[in-house]
């Protein structure tokens, strides 16, 4: 038996998520559904990281285990010929049998963009949220800097949300203003956030807090309060999912 | 009556093309359709392209004439409500009622876009034509300047075509790489033409072909010969259609 590694890159807006749900086709299982028609037998790969429906990824990390005697890093061709186009395996390899997506230390990087000019354009309507407003990106940086550091996120984490602690490291976080990705003539903010894990909906309520900010409907200073307080209620609104994109995951 | 020039930005992926064609819907019928019901009476815009199926634009332009007490400017809100998020108007203006979107001299910018990597990226699908072949950029911008200046294009014309003349001016051509859009990691390759009319697949033409350059499959110096030639058949094959966006059209 030989455990396989594998770099999911998808445009989540065809897909309920990354994760099988009741309610649409999961990436999870396209990807489960092509890997068992290649090996001829039941598969059901391991993914890091559960984005939400709409979600798009760069590098979701998933794992499985076979023992068939095609390369590791053969996968990857063999693969996409079988799966849509808005799923594609950027890179597949063995790595050792104990290594797990999500028990292995971690780091990941998620951008959260958004369109920011007097009309969206059609080309980015499925990949940033399109805000119209004025927005001061260095207000949204500076407010920024008070996640950064191990702090309690549960402002910041939906209130349905199940987990043992609400406590998670950001490395760091940076707002920036750039020209659009396909013409250069119309303003992207792009929200970058590394961290060693995030809670659920985590980067879509930060992002949508520092968007408050952005749009000068926060102080600067009432993120601080807004994490002080742990409250969920507190915090900005959870911004769209199509905005957000799991850029990359990097094991330490 | 007044004359209202619209700038029109589409996704062109769902459409048959700018003109109404038996295969599908088109965009000058969806905006007709808007303007009619936003009217209450039969409305039927002039465009300035013909866009073809799957090619996007960020400034196509049209025009329709109206004796609504609309003022020019607020057009482009009353339409957009009435739009699909894939068609979205930039700009909405009273204009002479000379002005005609085909026969006023203007020039127009098209951008040709490859993305160039080992794999594709799932939301580049629809917007760049994947190659992962190793492109040579200068070899395309020094092959692309044959090209700048009043020439026969009949080489880059599709042979269905019906026109008087195959004669054109291109202002300049730029070929480029740039990171992608999205994330910065992956190449795009920028295939910027601008000039004074464009011959039908003109674009798509030029841009396969100095691709076979890029590629190394032809000499930049053949790219003189086709030209000289005046006939299709020497020239390389024609770009798929996603890669293309009408990016702006200037009226002198």
Known sequence: MKRIFLKVAYDGTNYCGWQKQNNGVAVESVINNALSELLGTEISIIGASRTDAGVHALGNIAVFDTDSRIPGEKFAYALNQRLPEDIVIQESKEVAPEFHPRYCECNKTYVYRVLNC???????????????????????????????????????????????????????????????????????????????????????????????????????????????????????????????????????
């Open 118 to 252: 007097k009309f969206p354009i059609p080309m980015e309507r499925l990949y940033a949220y399109f805000l119209y407003y004025d927005i001061d990106v260095d207000k949204m940086q500076e407010a920024a800097q008070y996640l950064v550091g191990t702090h309690d996120f549960a402002s910041f984490c939906s209130v349905n949300a199940q987990v043992k602690s609400t406590v998670r490291t950001v490395n760091y976080i940076k707002v920036t203003r750039k020209k659009d990705m396909l013409y250069g003539e119309h303003d992207i903010i792009s929200i970058e956030i590394n961290g060693n894990g995030f809670l659920y909906n985590m980067v879509r309520i930060i992002s949508g807090t520092l968007l408050q900010v952005g749009m000068g409907r926060m102080d600067i200073k009432e993120v601080k309060d807004i994490l002080d307080a742990a409250d969920r209620s507190k915090s900005g609104p959870t911004a769209p999912a199509r905005g957000l994109s799991l850029v990359q995951i990097n094991y330490l």
